[in-house]
């Protein structure tokens, strides 16, 4: 595979593979010097047309510390809000040779559209596109759900049945979620009142909820995560529901609802939070929320997606070389970050 654009680019091994290098990842990330010279001498271009924090530094963290030259790419206060298009931005970043491309981008299909288009020859990597997809995020939750919840590498998340609340319409991470969850062998159920449910929700492969309480009292069987939603405002041109305080209380995550779920069950937010409505501060803040490991375990992963997609003859020693692409075993993969080392 050359590009991540969806998690539909992922079956099952590949999937567990990119889980399994980010493990071995996150593992040179606990040493004092945490880079690694696999991407040396590579380019990688943050191209970014919506704001971001979170996405965006760890794209360039995860970059950095594999070695790699970043360029980071804001549409404010470039030639873009002069009115420059997408393909004489990326034939730009061509020209200045580009080998991997990190798009966010407000209109769905953007990536895909730069990764056929022949406009660059470089890797192209999802950050988000629209209310589209969102397959690092995917994968970095599917990460921290394994190391909580099943702690082997090499195994998928089947068995586990995650709860996904909130505004699922806007959502990007949940179109991605339910897909590479579905994939690793997880049972989903999405919660959200009827009007932030899409058109065509029955098609997934998940089960939908209109209550709240119900779910979390394994109204589908027992719960082993919850992941809250943040409420989209930016992208609601109309009211979706009565009031925030009628959101918050049918479909926030408060201290009541924290104690319907079982001892080992995790809470987890993509971020950033609108804490007091989808999501309380206590709720936030409990022993069980692994909503900032999200954030160092999507440096990790992000690491795995460069290095698979980047790595090849070039960085990989020379008597066990990996193909370039996410077809890499995890194995070899392994071996080779050992024989690395940091430098």
């Given at each position: 595979m050359r590009h991540l654009l969806s998690t539909a680019?992922?079956?099952?091994?590949?999937?567990?593979?990119?889980?399994?290098?980010?493990?071995?990842m996150s593992v040179t990330q606990q040493r004092e010097i945490k880079k690694l010279p696999t991407l040396r001498g590579r380019t990688v271009v943050n191209l970014f047309f919506e704001d971001s924090t979170r996405t965006r530094i760890s794209f360039e963290a995860a970059a950095k510390r594999l070695s790699a030259d970043v360029i980071n790419f804001s549409a404010r206060g470039s030639s873009v809000s002069k009115g420059e298009s997408l393909k004489d931005t990326a034939l730009t970043l061509e020209a200045m040779g580009a080998d991997a491309v990190v798009v966010r981008h407000p209109a769905s299909g953007a990536p895909h559209r730069l990764a056929v288009s022949g406009w660059t020859r470089g890797c192209v990597v999802n950050a988000g596109d629209g209310t589209h997809e969102h397959p690092t995020q995917a994968l970095l939750d599917a990460f921290t759900l394994r190391r909580h919840l099943v702690g082997e590498p090499g195994t998928d998340l089947a068995g586990l049945r995650v709860v996904l609340v909130g505004d699922v319409l806007?959502?990007?991470?949940?179109?991605?979620?339910?897909?590479?969850?579905?994939?690793?062998?997880?049972?989903?159920?999405?919660v959200a009142p009827p009007t932030l449910l899409p058109v065509g929700v029955g098609t997934w492969p998940c089960a939908t909820s209109y209550d709240l309480d119900a779910a979390l009292q394994g109204e589908?069987?027992?719960?082993?995560?919850?992941?809250?939603?943040?409420?989209?405002?930016?992208?609601?041109?109309?009211?979706?529901?009565?009031?925030?305080?009628?959101?918050?209380?049918?479909?926030?995550?408060?201290?009541?609802r924290l104690g319907m779920l079982p001892e080992r069950a995790v809470v987890m937010h993509?971020?950033?939070?609108?804490?007091?409505?989808?999501?309380?501060?206590?709720?936030?803040?409990?022993?069980?929320?692994?909503?900032?490991?999200?954030?160092?375990?999507?440096?990790s992963v992000r690491m795995a997606v460069l290095y698979l997609l980047l790595s090849g003859e070039r960085s990989a020693p020379p008597d066990r070389a990996p193909t370039p692409g996410l077809t890499v075993s995890a194995g070899r993969t392994a071996r080779d970050l050992t024989a690395g080392g940091a430098r």
């Amino acid at each position: 595979m050359r590009h991540l654009l969806s998690t539909a680019d992922l079956d099952r091994d590949s999937a567990v593979t990119i889980l399994d290098v980010a493990e071995q990842m996150s593992v040179t990330q606990q040493r004092e010097i945490k880079k690694l010279p696999t991407l040396r001498g590579r380019t990688v271009v943050n191209l970014f047309f919506e704001d971001s924090t979170r996405t965006r530094i760890s794209f360039e963290a995860a970059a950095k510390r594999l070695s790699a030259d970043v360029i980071n790419f804001s549409a404010r206060g470039s030639s873009v809000s002069k009115g420059e298009s997408l393909k004489d931005t990326a034939l730009t970043l061509e020209a200045m040779g580009a080998d991997a491309v990190v798009v966010r981008h407000p209109a769905s299909g953007a990536p895909h559209r730069l990764a056929v288009s022949g406009w660059t020859r470089g890797c192209v990597v999802n950050a988000g596109d629209g209310t589209h997809e969102h397959p690092t995020q995917a994968l970095l939750d599917a990460f921290t759900l394994r190391r909580h919840l099943v702690g082997e590498p090499g195994t998928d998340l089947a068995g586990l049945r995650v709860v996904l609340v909130g505004d699922v319409l806007h959502s990007r991470v949940a179109r991605s979620g339910v897909r590479l969850l579905n994939t690793l062998g997880a049972h989903v159920t999405l919660v959200a009142p009827p009007t932030l449910l899409p058109v065509g929700v029955g098609t997934w492969p998940c089960a939908t909820s209109y209550d709240l309480d119900a779910a979390l009292q394994g109204e589908h069987g027992r719960v082993d995560a919850v992941m809250m939603l943040r409420v989209q405002r930016e992208r609601m041109n109309a009211a979706y529901f009565p009031s925030a305080r009628e959101y918050s209380r049918r479909y926030g995550l408060d201290a009541r609802r924290l104690g319907m779920l079982p001892e080992r069950a995790v809470v987890m937010h993509p971020g950033p939070m609108n804490r007091g409505l989808e999501i309380s501060a206590q709720a936030a803040d409990c022993p069980r929320s692994t909503i900032v490991e999200q954030v160092s375990n999507g440096v990790s992963v992000r690491m795995a997606v460069l290095y698979l997609l980047l790595s090849g003859e070039r960085s990989a020693p020379p008597d066990r070389a990996p193909t370039p692409g996410l077809t890499v075993s995890a194995g070899r993969t392994a071996r080779d970050l050992t024989a690395g080392g940091a430098r």
